[in-house]
């Protein structure tokens, strides 16, 4: 045989051996939103170990959950994670009709997969869809403190001893579903005492006294909403996220002695996040920022290291993202989006981003304007997120704003159609279209 014919055969035998070694660890934390780490402009934050995740990978700032159907709002953000339809199509996914899922794609592609830590989605259960699973922990825990040690530490524990105890010649997906920081907000005493409670600055959406908000429906404190109660939560909060961020640590530390830190492309996500007192509102089942979106860090060879993106996506678009970085092709369909023309500065994001909570609010936002409705009142909220962040300015009322709002409702209705949503929003259109 010609040499360099051989030669050729070498390269491409070395090549698709070492790409297909690329492992993947997949964080994801519980009910954090994006004022929770330190990367993301919170400098009260300690979580040094996934800020420097950020500073070797690509942080998105704006990724949202769609929304939900159940008021455990990480129920339908991870069933679309693992199936990878939108919110009314992942509905309807049961055990008998589930598709394959993320984790089952991945052994089709030669992955070992194991998970430890919270399962909440519909369809088919952890220990069906993964090769192997540790610990498997359900949706909302009693207590995190187990007779077996603290829940986080579980969790933390077994990733680090699934790494140093793996021998298989297959790459890995390695799922570590935290349950942290979801209520009850229980860590040891030391990472309390790293966020005093008067030393809590609150965004300035949370206004003391304030009543809750009649519009959202799911609420976890009583009426009004008081800024020193809050500010206990988000110590709570905080504290459990440090404690995580150390587990994380720890992870991250094993991948390195095993020498596998530079082959493995490592997501940090949770599945929403969570307000509190925002808008006067105190949970996850609502449409404000705080609540709708959450972290997503990705670190992969080949990533621009500290690089940013503030583009609106989807949390779940990093399921078609992961398999587009490890260029495999699958013929299975999903409704999210690959983020790597993003990353690559190669593509453009969506036109709009569409939101919906039960039957009884939507939103709508395109280029920096985020339309809520409230379709069981008829309320209706506007706001510039460019200029105002933290959904203080209701713009609905201003003349200027009429043309924003026929468009947003375009939109929207374009997005029902798209996504099978049949909540009735005739009479609105009909006001403004």
Request: aromatic letters at 10%; a positive charge.
């Amino acid at each position: 045989m010609n040499k360099s014919i051989l030669v050729l055969l070498y390269f491409l035998t070395f090549y698709s051996c070492s790409f297909a070694q690329i492992n993947i660890l997949f964080i994801e934390s519980d009910d954090q939103s994006n004022q929770a780490l330190g990367a993301y402009g919170n400098a009260q934050m300690k979580t040094p170990n996934i800020d420097k995740l950020a500073t070797e990978g690509v942080s998105f700032l704006s990724a949202y959950n769609m929304g939900c159907w159940s008021p455990a709002v990480c129920i339908p953000s991870r069933t679309m994670l693992m199936y990878g339809q939108y919110l009314w199509s992942s509905q309807k996914i049961n055990k008998k009709n589930a598709p394959k899922s993320f984790p089952e794609k991945l052994q089709e592609h030669g992955y070992y997969t194991y998970m430890t830590g919270k399962w909440h989605a519909m369809g088919k259960g952890a220990k069906t869809i993964f090769n192997e699973t540790g610990s498997i922990q359900p949706g909302q825990l009693k207590t995190y403190n187990s007779k077996a040690g603290h829940i986080t530490d579980i969790t933390g524990n077994e990733a680090v001893n699934f790494i140093k105890s793996y021998k298989n010649s297959k790459p890995f997906f390695l799922y570590v579903a935290f349950n942290a920081p979801h209520v009850p907000r229980q860590t040891e005493q030391k990472y309390y005492d790293l966020y005093p409670t008067d030393h809590i600055e609150l965004p300035p959406s949370v206004i003391d006294n304030t009543p809750l908000n009649k519009n959202v429906k799911y609420q976890y404190a009583p009426s009004p909403l008081r800024s020193k109660t809050m500010q206990t939560r988000v110590q709570q909060n905080n504290a459990m996220v440090t404690h995580m961020d150390a587990r994380i640590g720890d992870i991250i530390t094993a991948l390195k002695a095993q020498g596998l830190y530079d082959k493995t492309i490592i997501v940090f996500t949770s599945d929403h996040g969570i307000n509190f007192g925002e808008n006067g509102v105190a949970g996850k089942v609502c449409l404000y920022e705080p609540s709708v979106t959450a972290p997503l860090i990705i670190k992969a060879p080949k990533i621009k290291a500290g690089s940013t993106i503030s583009e609106r996506v989807y949390l779940q678009d990093v399921t078609p993202t992961l398999f587009d970085l490890l260029d495999i092709k699958t013929s299975s369909q999903t409704d999210f989006k690959s983020l790597k023309p993003l990353i690559d500065n190669k593509g453009e994001a969506r036109k709009s981003i569409y939101l919906a909570m039960f039957d009884d609010q939507r939103g709508i936002i395109s280029e920096d304007h985020k339309l809520i409705i409230y379709p069981k009142t008829g309320v209706l909220e506007l706001y510039d997120l460019s200029k105002d962040p933290w959904e203080l300015n209701n713009l609905v009322s201003k003349k200027p704003y009429k043309s924003t709002i026929t468009n947003l409702l375009k939109e929207l209705k374009s997005w029902q159609n798209k996504t099978e949503d049949t909540t009735d929003l005739t009479t609105i259109y009909n006001k403004y279209i």
